[in-house]
């Protein structure tokens, strides 16, 4: 498995923007596909966006569609999640993900967790 350590979270008003990083080690990242999930207090964790190990895939959960960007590094070994025009709803701490297998929407398709960062968004 790939170690996974998240960065970048941080407290924001609404309409400002963040952006999480995942530093991969311990394997080849380059083979990986990779995802964000994030959990809200209270709720289950839930699907962000995702990307295939070349970025020629890439999902979006509908809530993050057009204001999210999810990117790979394949050099640095390096994930990220550019998080624009954020939004109250969107407070939740977020986790990056990997897998060898094609990148998926589940939590179930993914062996490598990272520890989570935390986004707090206020209005």
């Known amino acids: 498995q790939v170690h996974l350590v998240e960065s970048g979270g941080g407290s924001v008003q609404a309409g400002e923007s963040l952006r999480l990083s995942c530093a991969a080690s311990?394997?080849?990242?380059?083979?990986?596909?990779m995802a964000w999930f994030r959990q809200a207090p209270g709720k289950e964790r839930e699907f962000v966006a995702a990307c295939s190990w070349s970025a020629a895939t890439i999902y979006y959960a509908d809530s993050v569609k057009g204001r999210f960007t999810i990117t790979k590094d394949n050099v640095e070994n390096m994930g990220y999640l550019q998080m624009n025009d954020l939004k109250p709803e969107d407070t939740a701490t977020y986790y990056c993900a990997a897998t060898l297998d094609a990148p998926k929407r589940t939590e179930g398709g993914y062996a490598s967790w990272g520890q989570g960062t935390r986004v707090t968004v206020s209005s």
């Open positions: 311990g394997r080849v990242f380059i083979s990986y596909s």
